[in-house]
Every structure is written in structure tokens, then in C-alpha cells.
């Protein structure tokens, strides 16, 4: 299952996730992660969440995130919840890369039973049909 949340910069997103992650680490089955880009939620989390510093890895594009989850999971089966913020940061701020990643995300996660939740810094009114349903 993948989950969005999505507002303009100063709505309260990180905020949201980060109750989202709270929520997860008690009742999720298996391991937290967190991809975020910089390390600005080093301290703000439960030390339980496994951060991920996309910018350490080089990330500039949805492929390359994909590789990231693609490796993540495979080297840690026991991953049940993975939360991406700020995606404009990681992979740009192109609408049909982004769209065209969380298509992917969607299909991951359903296949390797897990939940994706990802911050996306944009209107909601402007999210495309291929966005709203995961709103």
C-alpha cells in the first residue's frame, strides 16, 4: 500500500510523517525505514527508524531511488514500512517522474508487502489522476 501526503512547504508534511513513523514503530511487524534528503530528522526520530541519507548516495533521479528501494529491500526482507520525504529534493521537481514513481512504488509495495508513505512539497490541487488515489 502507498501513501501520500502532499502540501505546499510549510503545511505541516514532515509533521505527518513523522506521527506516521511514530504510529508504525508500535504496531508494524518488521523494520522502519526513513529516506530523507539531508539529515534533518536525525534527532526527531525514534532510534528504532533505520535513516536513510539519500544525498549521501548520490540520488538525483527516480530511477536511482528506485535502485536505492530495490536494494533496501533486498538486502532486509523484514522491511514493512518505508516513508521517502521531500521527494522534489531527492529526484527533482519533474511531475511525470514523480508520478511515474509512485506508479512503481505502488506495484513494489504491493508486491513485497509493505507500505510506502512519501512527502511530495506541491498544490494538492494540482495532482494528476495518477496521484489522487493515493492521497
Known amino acids: ?8 512547504k510549510g503545511s505541516g508534511k514532515t509533521k505527518k510523517m513523522r506521527d506516521s513513523i511514530e504510529a ?17 530528522l536525525t534527532y526527531e526520530l525514534n532510534y528504532r527508524v533505520r535513516l536513510v541519507d ?3 548516495y548520490g540520488i538525483k533521479n527516480s530511477d536511482m531511488l528506485k535502485g536505492l528501494l530495490s536494494g533496501l529491500h533486498a538486502g532486509n ?18 511531475r511525470a517522474a514523480a508520478e511515474e514513481f509512485v506508479a512503481w512504488c505502488a506495484a513494489f ?4 508487502n509493505m507500505e510506502i508513505t512519501i512527502t511530495i512539497s506541491d498544490d494538492p490541487a494540482l495532482a494528476s489522476d495518477v496521484i489522487k488515489p493515493y492521497l
Open 1 to 8: 500500500m502507498i501513501h501520500l501526503i502532499m502540501g505546499l
Open 24 to 40: 508504525a514503530l508500535a504496531t508494524a511487524s518488521g523494520d522502519v525505514v526513513c529516506i530523507e534528503y539531508g539529515k534533518n
Open 54 to 56: 539519500s544525498k549521501e
Open 77 to 94: 526482507f523484514d522491511i514493512t514500512n518505508v516513508y521517502i520525504d521531500n521527494l522534489y529534493k531527492t529526484i527533482g521537481d519533474d
Open 109 to 112: 509495495a504491493q508486491t513485497n
